[in-house]
């Protein structure tokens, strides 16, 4: 650690930050629609004008991750290229042309002492983002957040810290010509784990913590905040096969749901059979899993039927129904009903997507009253829980907790609400 | 302390509760209102039917209060009689009037691909309440917490702890012959602080923590729980008189807000006057606040009005702008204009509630744009900022922070929601 880092990383540099945000919030919050995709349309044009800029800051990042021996997966998702670059320039001009969530009136009614009442659309103030390798996430969530009137602290990896300062500097140069302030756009100073903890600590200044990223990052954040937090992302999906399914659908759903991207959270890690579907429907699945390099975590019943498909399979263990792969891997287990299905579900999952496929209205109906989670997919993929798929326009991530925001988080989930009354001298008495 | 007290303090006591709750709210959530319903009339019925034995285990934490030399206003506060009691069944039987939120849809559209996508209220799960002398909550919040489909753990003061037993016993009898658990509302065990902390640590058991009472029990809850807390009810609420204010309405304001009911949180804790308007304003005010019984706290032009009204003040400090009184005491200053009192209501206020009085209509849009509340009153007392008031029927609190609910908390408040997406055999591909 050198003499930079060790003072960048103080707390000290992290509240002043947090402060300078807080102003840039004030300033932000009654800015017009107008005024705001002004500064978005700005950041888009700088950034494709600094293509060159930040594909040099980024070789930085790729080369010492190589040098370090980072594994080709992530230094993928770290390396930009000039489509990636203006891939971010067109997300920022795509949150231009969303409609402006500041200001919707969400309630409102003539109270019967004639007090007009209306609950209205407000940014939260300072939103902090602590997130992994992507550095295109730094300017998709600056793009958000300014659209929503928040002035943003993005803390990203260490590994795309040249990335990161290179876009955000573009961003800020870009808004210094618009009506939003360019701390409105800031890099927590400092890469250490230390300057996190600051920033969990900076209640009162961050209105809220978002954590994108691993499983570990999150409980961390989640553990140590006294800032408020938004959980994301960890996805234990489930999906449920019942005695009334039309296999068909059910094994299109499955191979979608496990293997059309098995990176991501709403990706499915867990099968679960009803025992009448069994024997048919896994004599049809485990060879198709397995023709699409998927390795099965299987219980006893599980393995029985793969035995008698000429199928290898693993042993499921305990921590197999926990586990959130994120590989080609799939737990798998025949359950004797529909309400083992969902004890089952309310034991081990996460509370992000649950899949039930069947075609007996009464099933879909039990199940999705039985589960709970931030979505439940009937007779459909786990993998449309998404703000694209949704309609949402683009999102800052998917949250798995209950208060607040649940599911994905589009534009009016960085906000929070104001109630105005309005009165003629109206009291109480 | 007793030899049972120390057992039921344990956290194994308090974990075991709650293991409990939520069992039970994993059955209460799929009920119908019919049910819920049902279950808070029989509740009611049953709390009028237990008046005796509610009121002499009251008479018990009664004697125990005054015997400790407990405050007359305390003591005041503890105390239920025959009125309270049909009150609080009341209560419950107005409650189960209210529509249902679970089951309502906030959301839903058609997909471009055909998936029926809705996102419906359902219940957070398991609520925890944390709350002081009142023994009328008790019975106030299991109500609203059935209503909602949660179940609740109670924890109230030790000082109501006969009353609160016989409460949740007459409610936890009712129940026994309808379709909720009786489970979906406990007492927490225990008695002392370790008891709060157990249930502040019951991460994954318990959804959501509801403070309710005095400003350092709500922060050490905000502090120390991992469990998600929605903070309640701390109110530093001003009154602005602008330069362009109907002097008239300003004082009924002031007057109201201040000293209609001074123990709540929605009562007004400084006054801002414009320095325009001060000499006109204060010399109505002072002596009308001063005839009200209410004592000034005077910033030096505040100080100086009074010395030419001839009415004694006392002079502020810093900590003064920060108080939250409860009592019939209010700070008061002089500001240059309008965003001096934005600047200090930014750097002073709770985010509760802040009254503007002015005929200027371009002030007031100023104004509502430029706090960060939970409310903004427009020429009305702070004291509209209720749940009743506003027509919820019933409220579990008023928050004072930005996620989740602001302002008074309703049934809706004490839901989350789900995405549920139906297709017929979907997939993303």
Sequence with gaps: ?????????????????????????????????????????????????????????????????????????????????????????????????????????????????????RQVRVPLGVVGIVYEARPNVTADAAGLCLKSGNAVLLRGSSSARSSNAAVVEVLRGALAGTAVPPDAVQLVPGDSRESVKHLMRARGLVDVLVPRGGASL???????????????????????????????????IL????????????????????????????????PALRDAGVTVHADAAVTAEAERAGVDVVPATDEDWAEEYLSLDIAAAVVEDLEAALAHIRRWGSGHTEAVVSA????????????????????ASTRFTDGGEFGFGAEIGISTQKLHARGPMGLPELTSTTWVYTGDGHVRG
Tied chains: 1, 2.
């Design 1 to 117: 650690m050198d003499e930079r880092t060790t003072v960048t990383d103080d707390a000290d540099a992290v509240l002043e930050a947090a402060r300078r945000a807080r102003e840039a919030a004030v300033a932000l919050a009654p800015l017009t629609r107008a005024q705001k995709d002004a500064a978005l349309l700005a950041a888009a044009d700088a950034l494709e004008g600094a293509v060159d800029r930040v594909l040099a800051a980024n070789a930085q990042d790729v080369e010492r991750a190589l040098a370090a021996g980072t594994s080709a997966a992530l230094v993928d998702r770290l390396r930009l290229d000039a489509g990636r670059v203006a891939a971010m320039a067109q997300g920022l001009r795509d949150v231009a042309g969303l409609p402006d969530p500041v200001g919707e009136v969400v309630r409102g009614s003539r109270l019967p002492n004639g007090l007009e009442l």
């Design 218 to 252: 999150i409980r961390s954040v989640v553990e140590e905040s006294t800032v408020p937090v938004i959980e994301t992302g960890t996805g234990t999906c489930h999906v449920y096969v019942d005695a009334a399914a039309d296999l068909d659908q059910a094994l299109a």
């Design 255 to 286: 191979l979608d749901a496990k293997a059309s991207r098995p990176s991501v959270c709403n990706a499915a890690e867990t099968l679960l059979v009803h025992r009448e579907a069994a024997p048919a429907f896994l004599a049809r699945a485990l």
């Design 360 to 379: 007996d209205q009464r099933v879909c109906r039990r199940f999705v009253e039985g589960v709970d989670a931030a979505a439940v997919a009937v007779n």
